[in-house]
Every structure is written in structure tokens, then in C-alpha cells.
């Protein structure tokens, strides 16, 4: 049963029939007590009391007038204001209840209070929450948020037990400051333009991690590594135990900027120069497009261009130009310089005596050209019985075994040698040793090599050759003889003629 004190407003004794059996009422003018016994009748409890002894009774509440009660305290000692079924040890209800607690020494409040849309806690100092004796969280009065401090100076500021805050603001975003570590955080600042600067700062080195394994980092000299400790500005590693890095200078005319795949050098500049290199002494250098090779830079410096190897009918190459398939008559290799001007070159061939031919143009023609200055020759002398010498050469007409369609006039190489041996090159039934590929390499996935590939040698011909051009001394000569021979017989002719 509840226990109410009705409080009488006005002066005088509640009338018969206010109370009911028990109840008590204070008459706060003249400060007197009244309850009513079970026969009906209104009793008076000592009269202008000091102090106010009862002997045990029962009461339903405090009344506000003589017939509303204004705080219930029911048999659980719950109170209720506004209620007169309090739930909990107190409960408040109005339209916009409030509880209001006010320091006297300092006029300090602290208000629980609830709205339609809002549950709100005002306190005109910090707000502070402790747990077990100490201070947890608090809330300051320009509305920053600390945990396990009393001194936030972020919107949200959590420290940690080396003296290092986490912070993070509208301002500056997600901050670690420290006692002695000053440089780390993520940190959003005003940029020079109309965005923001995301500035992730490290003391030492920022680490970036997925999975609880480190993926990514930037040390405190600014390489970056992925999957690796960095040694170089960009460095990448793999579980394969490939490697990739890029070293880069500040001045590309005097220092060195490369991109490494695996410790090789694949691009990048040295000193100035532009750099493909590779520095492995078993791999070329090979372009592709379309995903096809076109061409290589093999490890012995050859370039080939449409394909793989520089040996061809028994012949190592230092350069190739190889066209694969039948090709088409504007499909073609060509030259082009850009004068009609007599003396413009081509191609100039050297070796170690210097110029020894070229190749160079006019307006309409080109000139196929060897060495032939005076200046380089001694022993001068003139070649005589030309005639005699050039009847020991055999004239023939024949085919080639691989176009059996098509004869031609010529000669045969052996035949020409023991006359011209100077327009001859190798030898009669020459041979010579060829190196081959007897089994291919096996390659993994990523190209490596697991199993190398098997070579062998075989004996194949080594053909002659003849340069014709050669021959044109030898006709010169001959015809020059013939010449004299046929002026001497028609002058002598016209002598006979004459006589």
C-alpha cells in the first residue's frame, strides 16, 4: 500500500471524511499533525510541536493539495514524481521531465532531461563518467571528448599509456601525438586550393597491412616497399623472390634513375643517356608488340628483327633483318635520304684500314663503290695478255638446283679462281662446322629457363661466291689488246689496199 502525507494548504484541522484510516496530514500554518482513526474521527497529534514522534503508521504518499499526490513511495521504496506507479527506484513523469542538480558553493548544475525527440545530459562544467574510483571518459566544456584523460584537446582524444594520444578532428582528421614522437598521424589540412591534403605522417616508418601481414611500407628516408623491406625509392618484392625497384637521382644529367625488375636494369637514365640494359649474361633484351616478338639485342650484341638467332646457312650474323612469310612486292627494306645531290651515302663500309666501299646516290641512280684511290696503292704496273687470261675462263649457261625454271649465263666459281682469285671468296667443296639446336629449352611459366637446351655441331657446305665486278679489269684489259690487235689489222689492210 502506498504511503501518502497529504499537505494541508490552508489553516485548521482536515475535516471528517479527508482521510481515511491512517493517514496522515500536516497543517504547515500552525505546523500540526492530524490522522483519522478507523472509527472516522480526525485525531490531532501534538499541538505547535518542536519535533514531531509518532508511533508506527502508514501513509499513501505527499499530497500537493488536499487531494493530489505529488511523490508516491510504494512498498518497494520506489519513488515516483508524477507517477504513482514508479518502475524504478525513482522515476520522474511530466510532459518534458528534468532532474536539476545545483552546487550552492559554486552555482554549478547538472540537469537530466527528456524530450519528445532528444534524451539530453546539461552540465555547465566538464561532464566526467569514472568507473571503479577513477575518472573513464569526460567531456569538456568546448565539447571535446577524452578517454582515460582529463585534458582532451581533439574532438576525440584517446591516449595511450607511452604518453601518445590518438586524436581526431574536423581540422586536422585522425592524429597520434606524443610525448616525444611528434610526426605521426593522418591528418586532413586546408590545401592551397579548394580541397584538402591528406598528410599521413610517420616518426620512423608507415605501415600499411592486411590480414595482420605487412603489405606495403614507407621508411623514414621515403622508399617505399611493397612485400619488402625498401632498399630503393620504389622496391618490390614477391614470395617467387623476384625483385623490382626503381633508383632515381634528382639531377638526370649527372646521376643514375633506373627501373629494376629481378636485380636487371630494364630502362632508365645514366648520366643523361637513356638506358635499356640487362644485366644478366643469359637474357636478351626483347621487344614485342601485339604480344609477338619483333625484334631482340641478344647477350653477344646482336640485333635481330624478325628472328631469334643470329646464325643462318652456317653463318653468325652481328645483325639480322629477317622477314618471315612470303612477303609482297611493296613489302621492302629501303633507304631513304633525303638529297638528289651527288656524294650522299647510304652506307659507308670500314675496317680497320679505313673506308673500304659505300653505298651513295645521285639525282637518278645509285653507286655500288669500293676503294680505288691512287693514294692507297703502289707496284703500279700494266696488266698485259688480258686476252690469253680471259680465254682460260669457262662461260656457261645453267639453272640454280632451287629455281630449276629459270636459266641464266655465269660462271662457275672454281673455274674463275684459278684466273680472277681475287673476285672469288671460299673455297672449292668448302666446309664448315654449324652449331645447332638439337632439343629447345624448357621454360617455366615465368619464362626462366628450367632445363637448358641441347645443342650440337654438323658439317655443312660452305659455298663460293663470285663478285663479277672483278672480272671488268680482266674484259678491259682483253678488249684493249683486242682493240690494238684489230687497229694494227686494218691499218695493215689498208695498206695492201693502197699498194
Known amino acids: 500500500m502506498a504511503t501518502t502525507i497529504k499537505l494541508k494548504n490552508g489553516s485548521g484541522a482536515p475535516l471528517a471524511g479527508d482521510l481515511v484510516a491512517g493517514e496522515p496530514a500536516l497543517d504547515l500554518t500552525n505546523k500540526r499533525l492530524y490522522t483519522e482513526d478507523t472509527g472516522g474521527t480526525v485525531i490531532e497529534v501534538g499541538t505547535n510541536p518542536t519535533s514531531l514522534t509518532t508511533g508506527t503508521f502508514t501513509s499513501t504518499g505527499i499530497d500537493d493539495n488536499a487531494t493530489s499526490t505529488a511523490i508516491t513511495i510504494d512498498s518497494s521504496q520506489n519513488v515516483g514524481i508524477g507517477t504513482a506507479s514508479p518502475s524504478d527506484q525513482l522515476e520522474v513523469s511530466a510532459a518534458s521531465p528534468a532532474i536539476l542538480i545545483t552546487d550552492t558553493d559554486t552555482s554549478d548544475t547538472f540537469r537530466l ?12 562544467t566538464d561532464f566526467a563518467i569514472d568507473t571503479n574510483g577513477s575518472e573513464a571518459m569526460r567531456i569538456d566544456s568546448s565539447g571535446n571528448v577524452g578517454i582515460g584523460t582529463a585534458s582532451p584537446n581533439h574532438k576525440l582524444t584517446l591516449p595511450q599509456v607511452d604518453g601518445t594520444s590518438i586524436g581526431m578532428d574536423a581540422s586536422t582528421g585522425f592524429t597520434l601525438d606524443g610525448t616525444s614522437c611528434t610526426y605521426y598521424g593522418l591528418t586532413y589540412q586546408n590545401g592551397t586550393g579548394t580541397g584538402f591534403n591528406t598528410i599521413l605522417s610517420g616518426y620512423d616508418n608507415i605501415l ?5 601481414a605487412e603489405r606495403l611500407r614507407i621508411d623514414s628516408s621515403g622508399n617505399v616497399g611493397i612485400g619488402v623491406t625498401p632498399s630503393f625509392k620504389v622496391h618490390v618484392g614477391g614470395d617467387d623472390g623476384m625483385q623490382h625497384f626503381i633508383q632515381g637521382g634528382t639531377n638526370l644529367s649527372t646521376q643514375s634513375s633506373y627501373y629494376v625488375a629481378q636485380g636487371r636494369a630494364l630502362f632508365g637514365y645514366d648520366a643523361g643517356n637513356v638506358l635499356i640494359s640487362d644485366n644478366s649474361a643469359s637474357k636478351p633484351i ?10 631482340r639485342l641478344d647477350t653477344s650484341g ?25 612477303g609482297s612486292a611493296s613489302a621492302v627494306q629501303g633507304l631513304y635520304k633525303n638529297s638528289t645531290s651527288s656524294g650522299r651515302y647510304f652506307t659507308i663500309y670500314h675496317n680497320p684500314n679505313g673506308v673500304v666501299g659505300s653505298v651513295s646516290n645521285n639525282a637518278t641512280s645509285v653507286s655500288y663503290n669500293t676503294t680505288s684511290d691512287y693514294r692507297l696503292k703502289e707496284n703500279v704496273v700494266d696488266l698485259n695478255n688480258g686476252i690469253n687470261r680471259l680465254k682460260q675462263i669457262p662461260v656457261h649457261r645453267f639453272n640454280f638446283i632451287a629455281d630449276p625454271d629459270t636459266t641464266v649465263d655465269g660462271f662457275l666459281a672454281h673455274e674463275v679462281q684459278d684466273v680472277v682469285p681475287e673476285a672469288i671468296t671460299g673455297a672449292k667443296d668448302g666446309m ?15 619464362g626462366n629457363v628450367v632445363t637448358e637446351a641441347v645443342m650440337g655441331t654438323r658439317e655443312v657446305p660452305e659455298y663460293q661466291g663470285i663478285d663479277q665486278s672483278k672480272l671488268v679489269p680482266l674484259l678491259t684489259a682483253a678488249l684493249q689488246e683486242a682493240v690494238t690487235r684489230i687497229e694494227t689489222l686494218e691499218a695493215e689492210v689498208a695498206a695492201l689496199k693502197g699498194a
Open 113 to 124: 532531461k527528456q524530450t519528445n525527440t532528444l534524451s539530453e545530459i546539461q552540465a555547465s
Open 208 to 212: 600499411f597491412a592486411t590480414l595482420g
Open 302 to 326: 646482336t640485333l635481330l628483327v624478325g628472328t631469334t638467332s643470329g646464325s643462318l646457312n652456317s653463318y653468325t650474323h652481328r645483325q639480322l633483318v629477317y622477314e618471315t612469310g612470303a
Open 432 to 446: 664448315t662446322t654449324e652449331e645447332y639446336e638439337v632439343s629447345p629449352a624448357v621454360l617455366d611459366e615465368e
Open 286 to 295: 626483347v621487344f614485342e608488340t601485339a604480344g609477338s616478338e619483333r625484334a
